[in-house]
């Protein structure tokens, strides 16, 4: 398809594309996913006397502020990458989905240092509830995010083809959808984890 | 898809930003507070909920998008209010 083609919308039932409404189908078990680990987190952490949450000082409140920024950064990024193809412009589009890309990565490597750091000072998956807790919903967390990542390759990728235009850019926007879900789930999970 | 028209400008996700990392850092200073856990979570609930309504709004694009999403949406945040509603009860049993 060239990249000036005419938009491929079909009508349906809903008025929305069956893409776009699959996505917010997904991302609504995510919400459902996500919090019924957080509720279970939160009643945990108020009443279980086995909880065993570690001492502030070892949760690396810094290096997670930092990753907080991160994310919300790639956010930015996402939200260029679409206006950039809005605009017709398919370079603008790779560009910044590599920042994306490059700013999810950097959020993944700093995790993966402070997990490091975390597993040394004693905080562990099997340890304690909050040990278990945190990797579950943090390493899920991940594994969300590195599914953007290449979420952003695949659509990296049919824009090279050619495939997005001004007209026609729907996959764009549902990885935008998807990349700001993520930082959505953080934006709840950091606090929790680190603040409280 | 949300047309163009209704998209917010790059002003405004511009300040949409600003004001999430003002809301994390804010987030942040308050933990640094000598407030109980249960005034914290109070507080860090309030500054998440604006966080999570920004995102939605803006960059989720669920102010101009068809109610079908916003109900499904709905749906599930109910869904997940009401397993921590039925969670919360059994908070006392560990101490009984």
């Given at each position: ?88 412009l ?17 959020f ?30 943090t ?8 599914g ?36 959505l ?12 | ?95 009984r």
């Amino acid at each position: 398809m060239s990249a000036t083609a005419a938009p491929r919308m079909n009508s349906t039932y809903t008025g929305i594309p069956n893409g776009k409404l699959g996505m917010w189908v997904f991302l609504a078990s995510e919400v459902m996913l996500f919090g019924a680990l957080l509720s279970s987190y939160v009643v945990l952490a108020m009443g279980s006397p086995n909880f065993g949450r570690p001492d502030p000082a070892l949760l690396g409140k810094p290096l997670a502020t930092v990753n907080t920024f991160v994310l919300l950064a790639s956010s930015g990024a996402m939200v260029m990458a679409l206006s950039s193809i809005q605009r017709g412009l398919v370079a603008g589009l790779l560009k910044w989905l590599a920042v994306a890309s490059g700013l999810g990565l950097t959020f993944i490597s700093i995790k993966a240092f402070e997990y490091q750091h975390k597993i040394e000072a004693g905080i562990r998956l099997s340890d304690n509830v909050f040990g278990s807790f945190y990797f579950t919903l943090t390493g899920l967390h991940l594994l969300h995010l590195a599914g953007g990542i290449l979420f952003n390759g695949y659509i990296a990728w049919r824009a090279v083809e050619g495939r997005y235009s001004a007209g026609h850019h729907e996959r764009v926007e549902y990885a935008g959808l998807y990349w700001h879900f993520v930082d959505l789930i953080w934006v709840v999970l950091f606090p929790l984890l680190y603040l409280v | 898809m949300v047309p163009h028209g209704n998209l917010p400008s790059t002003q405004t996700y511009l300040k949409v930003f600003v004001g999430l990392g003002i809301l994390t850092a804010v987030n942040v200073g308050l933990s640094y507070l000598p407030v109980s856990y249960q005034t914290g979570l109070g507080g860090m609930a309030l500054i998440v909920t604006i966080q999570s309504g920004l995102i939605a709004h803006f960059l989720l694009h669920l102010r101009g998008e068809n109610r079908v999403v916003s109900y499904a949406m709905m749906a599930a945040l109910f869904l997940t209010v009401s397993l921590l509603g039925t969670l919360i009860p059994d908070v006392g049993i560990f101490h009984r």
